[in-house]
């Protein structure tokens, strides 16, 4: 409770003052070249550190705070990680369609086996004319 009311004491006590734009840069200037520092300006002239750290921002040729601004309306990286889920998701596709395709290549060769038939085709033979519909007595001309 003391160290409430000797607050607001000092807050009131405090009166309201205005700093001069020559005396803001030239108080940065002296941060920036080290000759002081800020608690120093905030004690001798009863400035908080909130107010010097501004005059820093807006009149300091260092500018301790900067700012960066960053624009995006999709983030490349971001792309980027969607693209790669992707790839990952058809390298998993193509994976298992041959596993299909190699156990299908075995049940052909299991099933020529077991029965003696060529059920591959022979690519180099040459193609029947029927597409295999049953011949019909078509007299020629």
């Not at 107010?51 to 260092?62: A, E, L, P, Q, R």
């Not at 301790?64 to 601004?69: A, D, L, Q």
């Not at 624009?71 to 693209?83: A, G, I, P, R, Y």
Request: proline letters at 2%.
């Amino acid at each position: 409770m003391a160290n409430k009311k000797s607050y607001l004491q000092s807050v009131s006590q405090r009166r309201l003052r205005h700093f001069s734009d020559s005396f803001k840069i030239e108080k940065v200037r002296e941060i920036e070249q080290g000759r002081t520092r800020v608690s120093e300006i905030c004690k001798q002239y009863e400035v908080s550190g909130t107010n010097v750290y501004k005059w820093i921002s807006k009149f300091g040729t260092m500018k301790i705070n900067k700012t960066r601004v960053i624009v995006e309306t999709q983030s490349d990286t971001q792309e980027l990680l969607l693209l790669k889920k992707k790839v990952a998701e058809l390298e998993r596709i193509v994976g298992q369609k041959q596993i299909l395709l190699d156990f299908k290549d075995k049940m052909i060769d299991l099933a020529e086996q077991a029965y003696g038939v060529d059920i591959k085709k022979k690519f180099d033979s040459k193609p029947s004319d029927t597409i295999g519909l049953p011949e019909k007595n078509i007299p020629s001309v």
